[in-house]
């Protein structure tokens, strides 16, 4: 009798997920039509409360029961923690359309990715009330992901529930309808789903690990003013309003500036001219009449020490950023965008104070391999990073793949603590080297991780890291550089292969320390590394079999850079097959022009006057490094991990510029000529002040077969 009761309470709601109009009775074709006027998450919850389906898990009253994690029994008051890394548990969740049951039935692997809208954050409001912030969904290339978005309290027909949702998705699909095909737009909207009930009704284990884990910094909690007046309709407390700060990297935040400070408010109607009566006040203007740039940049030269933009009634909250050559006018106070309230049309005196209220995270997922994971952090309003954090999953599962493959690996260290100045440092017994030889591919496998389970407890800056290796101390080949990395900021799932195949000469001997430090300030990391052969070597093929030190380890990026760097000569004996040059350059630091980590630089290596080039052509651009995240950057770290660099990005290896120079080089003693130089648009760099610096490992690496 119950089954009989859910099958006809769960027709009835599809039918009205269906049709949507009011019950009536139609003379003209005898149908009824159902309408949403009820609370589905009220339905479906009393469909829950007869009975449980053996898929859906709920830790209400979970004392006595298993923990899913540990398989120990809790004890009375305890609680299960969460961390990444853990394999998710499972779950069933109602959406509009369809049930969502985790894991998949049919075995297949599947990232997911679960996001609750709170309407009270003006970030995400800003983020579901613009096309352009949701159209990176719109990606054919994100197949392998599943989008879960989950009302905070509102229900199916109020505005921010799931319908609503569904629709915003509809439109902006609509919008941007070219990037998609039939096949992927029909696959994108079997992927995403609305839950018909609020997080706080969700039943399972969800909620719980978005109260654990901790998220601060963009996004994070609500945004938020609180303003304090005299009499507001009769009543003397403060109003509370949500707000969206100015972009990250365009402004100053406000808490930084001001912290808990109460500062006095004064009011200059569109801000968009000199307004003479700011005294040093936190500055509100309307939404109307010019670009934010302009009006924070009157309002600054007014004397403003803030600008808050208040939306005009019926608007959202906005996105502020600047555009175009506006960004190249070095602004310093901060500026927020607050919601509409009546408070404004007041008159009297006002104070302003900016606070944080602390929620739940927004985020979390699980990846390919069915384990709990962090997203980070958004920096700005979009789903770009959503669809960042995506395309790291499969990353991942290609990684592992080719992680497979290998032949013979050499565990080098595993999870050890660099920090300091010594770094880390082991000795370690290698293959006979003509075993190695044997193997047409060597790669570095390094993970970064943290102290800590969570990305809360990574280090807060970038930092570059070596590795050194040294198997003769006699030999002028000792220390020389192996590989090279840089870390993310704050992210502790990075993971790389680094081919250095070319290098294998430098193993001179079978025991060698090997060497891996970072800046001595930076904050520890905990690191593992591998060493991994694959792809045998036939008999026929060459191996790299001596190599020479070139350049290194590199020189400021000034007027005498080049002048470091003298012509080298050398010769090649007539059994070498092959010759080649392995480079790892980067540039770090930055003048008025952002050298060398921001700008394009060119590094030219010439062979008998023959030239090889390589360009950074992506530095200082927006997106340089975002969308490499499938080459291994970590996604949604902090700070400005998105723009390009100058030969690398946060949070990923660094990768060899290897060329075949073979019919460049002559041999029967002929004396060849190699020479490099490194240009900032196209000729020397000359900066006026704080010159960077460009570091270079450079090799000649000779082939030959055996004997």
């Not at 505005?159 to 919008?175: E, V």
């Not at 009499?231 to 949500?242: A, C, I, R, T």
């Not at 080039?613 to 490499?628: E, K, M, V, Y």
Request: hydrophobic share 35%; net charge neutral; with cysteine.
């Amino acid at each position: 009798m119950v089954d009989k009761q859910i099958f006809v309470g769960f027709l009835v709601f599809k039918i009205a997920l269906i049709y949507g109009k009011t019950a009536v009775h139609d003379p003209a074709n005898e149908k009824i039509k159902f309408s949403f006027e009820f609370d589905a998450s009220e339905v479906v919850s009393k469909k829950y409360n007869n009975i449980r389906p053996r898929n859906i898990i709920s830790f209400k009253n979970s004392i006595g029961r298993k923990n899913l994690n540990t398989k120990k029994v809790l004890k009375d008051g305890e609680v299960i923690q969460f961390n990444p890394g853990n394999t998710a548990p499972s779950f069933t969740l109602w959406g509009l359309d369809q049930k969502v049951v985790f894991p998949c039935l049919n075995g297949t692997s599947y990232s997911i990715i679960i996001h609750v809208f709170d309407p009270n954050s003006g970030f995400l409001e800003f983020m579901w009330n613009s096309d352009s912030s949701l159209s990176p969904l719109a990606d054919e290339s994100i197949n392998n992901t599943h989008f879960i978005f989950v009302p905070k309290t509102a229900t199916l027909n109020e505005t921010y529930g799931p319908l609503w949702m569904q629709s915003r998705i509809k439109t902006m699909l609509n919008k941007f309808e070219g990037r998609l095909t039939k096949n992927g737009l029909r696959s994108l909207m079997d992927r995403i789903h609305f839950s018909v009930l609020p997080v706080s009704k969700l039943g399972n284990w969800i909620p719980s690990v978005l109260q654990q884990w901790e998220c601060v910094d963009h996004l994070c909690g609500l945004d938020q003013v609180v303003i304090h007046t005299s009499s507001f309709k009769g009543k003397k407390y403060p109003v509370v309003l949500k707000r969206l700060d100015a972009r990250y990297d365009w402004l100053p935040n406000p808490a930084s500036i001001f912290g808990n400070k109460t500062v006095q408010m004064v009011f200059a109607e569109d801000g968009c001219n000199i307004y003479s009566a700011v005294n040093h006040s936190v500055v509100v203007v309307s939404s109307k009449g010019c670009s934010y740039f302009q009006k924070v940049l009157m309002m600054e030269k007014s004397g403003a020490v803030g600008v808050v933009v208040v939306a005009s009634k019926g608007q959202t909250v906005q996105d502020m950023e600047c555009k175009g050559t506006d960004c190249q006018t070095q602004l310093s106070i901060p500026a927020t965008f607050v919601e509409y309230s009546d408070i404004f049309t007041q008159n009297g005196q006002m104070n302003i104070t900016f606070q944080n209220t602390p929620t739940s995270n927004f985020f979390l997922a699980i990846n390919r391999y069915g384990k709990l994971a962090e997203v980070g952090w958004f920096l700005y309003p979009s789903m770009n990073f959503s669809v960042w954090q995506a395309k790291w999953f499969d990353y991942e599962v290609n990684l592992n793949n080719k992680l497979n493959a290998a032949d013979m690996i050499v565990e080098i260290f595993k999870d050890k603590v660099m920090h300091g100045s010594q770094g880390i440092v082991v000795n370690v017994s290698l293959p006979d080297l003509k075993e190695m030889q044997l193997f047409s591919k060597v790669e570095l496998e390094m993970s970064l991780s943290c102290p800590g389970t969570k990305d809360t407890t990574c280090g807060h800056w970038d930092h570059t890291v070596n590795l050194y290796v040294c198997c003769d101390p006699k030999s002028p080949l000792c220390g020389m550089e192996l590989g090279r990395w840089i870390t993310s900021f704050r992210r502790r799932i990075g993971r790389w292969l680094t081919d250095v195949s070319s290098l294998l000469p430098l193993f001179t001997t079978n025991t060698c320390t090997f060497t891996m430090k970072t800046a001595p300030w930076a904050m520890p990391w905990i690191p593992s590394l591998n060493i991994r052969f694959s792809q045998p070597r036939s008999l026929d093929d060459s191996y790299p079999a001596h190599i020479s030190s070139l350049y290194f380890p590199g020189a400021t990026f000034d007027k005498n850079y080049n002048s470091h760097f003298k012509p080298i000569n050398f010769t090649v004996p007539d059994l070498i097959t092959k010759v080649e040059l392995f480079s790892v350059i980067t540039g770090h630091g930055s003048d008025e022009n952002g050298c060398g980590e921001f700008c394009v630089t060119s590094h030219f290596l010439t062979v008998n006057n023959m030239t090889n080039n390589i360009t950074f052509s992506t530095a200082g651009t927006p997106f340089g490094c975002a969308d490499l995240v499938k080459t291994g950057v970590e996604p949604n770290e902090h700070g400005t991990w998105l723009y390009g660099r100058n030969g690398w990005c946060d949070g990923r290896n660094v990768f060899p510029w290897v060329v075949d120079v073979t019919k460049q080089v002559k041999r029967s003693g002929y004396v060849n000529t190699i020479k490099y130089h490194g240009f900032f648009n196209g000729t020397d760099p000359d900066p006026k002040q704080n010159p960077g610096i460009i570091y270079i490992y450079s090799y000649l690496i000779f082939y030959e077969k055996h004997l």
